[in-house]
């Protein structure tokens, strides 16, 4: 099996090339990143000699470096190349439009071209917006996107489903709740947190810390991907989530007690504009039709992503230098207001 993996070098993409490289011994598998502020080679530096993993450095929209990838041959592609960060999407919305739906675009094109196999298509639950009190979302339920990322993810999903109606592409829809684990930025929560905590930095919740997030520990996700590209019916759609939502303040405690850091640290901010309060998916789709469900609780994640973090700290150097201190230093800037201690 020959494979295209984009956005490989960012923290699911990595995850999930490792995943397939120990998981399946016959496996080719080509890493086309154009790394981002986000992506990092250190993220795969284990599996860099491993003959059977290739990196490509190039950008999804750049149509003649996608079209020289393809030239390789594949029969299957995992598109994870995206912005991903909510509030980055809020500050500017120009590079989410550009790599998260014109890049969809290009390399739906190059699939149609080039008569790829299958296309997982790797979207997101926040496609579905805000899923009120007592609801969970069915791949059934309509695209209601609310923030900039969001929007931009969802465009994706409609040109996806279009190219599958119009032309054929055989893709394959994959939209999973947030996931947490080793290499994942430090700009999401559990990673920001943990990395704050340990350095007894403030740590910043949006509004009342209320909000619900159903996180999804990544080796889980990585196996739903896999089997996505052996088994799933061409033109679905899948959920994937974990089924156990929990709100963002629990989340923080937790972290902190497994650090034996107090409470204090703590320091509600102003929330984030258009904050979702809740999102919550139907998974029973992927379980009924491909056997598969989550293996890893919360606590048995969260301790394994914590000592990770705890035993990668030149990883943790080399991600906060640069780009990110900057966009970190203006965000927390602006949203430095303690609306309640
Ligand atoms: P990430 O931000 O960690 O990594 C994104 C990767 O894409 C980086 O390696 C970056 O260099 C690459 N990239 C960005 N723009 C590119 C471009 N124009 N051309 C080529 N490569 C480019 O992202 P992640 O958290 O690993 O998310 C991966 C995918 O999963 C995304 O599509 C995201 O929408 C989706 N998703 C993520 C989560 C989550 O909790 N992290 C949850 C649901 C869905
Ligand atoms: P995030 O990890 O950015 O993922 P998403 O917005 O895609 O769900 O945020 C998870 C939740 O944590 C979300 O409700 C926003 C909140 N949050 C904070 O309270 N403080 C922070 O510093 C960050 C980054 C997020």
Known sequence: MKILVTGGAGFIGSNFVRYLLRSQKDV???????????????????????????????????????????????????????????DRSIEDASPFLKTNVLGTHCLLDAARRFRLSRFIHISTDEVYGNAPAGVSFTEESPLAPCSPYAASKASAD???????????????VLRCTNNF???????????????????????????????????????????????????????????????????????????????????????????????????????????????????VGFEEGIRRTIEWYQANSAWLDHALSGEYRDFYHRHYARRAKTIRT
């Open 181 to 295: 684990g080793p290499f994942q930025f430090p700009e999401k929560l559990i990673p920001l947190i943990i990395t704050d905590a340990r350095q007894d930095k403030p740590l910043p919740i949006y509004g009342d810390g209320m909000q619900e997030r159903d996180w999804l520990f990544v080796e889980d996700y990585c196996h739903a991907i896999a089997l996505a590209l052996e088994t799933a019916e061409l033109g679905s759609v899948y959920n994937v989530s974990a089924g156990a939502p929990q709100r963002n303040l629990s989340v923080v405690r937790t972290i902190l007690r497994h650090l034996g850091k107090p409470e204090a640290l703590v320091q509600f901010v102003e929330d984030r504009p258009g904050h979702d309060r809740r999102y919550a998916l139907d998974s029973s789709k992927i379980h009924r039709e491909l056997g598969w469900s989550p293996k």
């Open 28 to 86: 080719e598998l080509f890493n086309f990143d154009k790394l981002t502020y986000a992506g990092n080679p250190e993220n795969l530096s284990d599996v860099a000699d491993d003959p059977r993993y290739h990196f490509v450095h190039g950008d999804v929209n750049d149509r003649r470096a996608v079209d020289r990838v393809f030239r390789h041959g594949f029969t299957s592609l995992v598109h994870f190349a995206a912005e991903t960060h909510v």
């Open 158 to 172: 409609h040109l996806v489903a279009a190219y599958a109606n119009t032309f054929g592409v055989p893709a394959v």
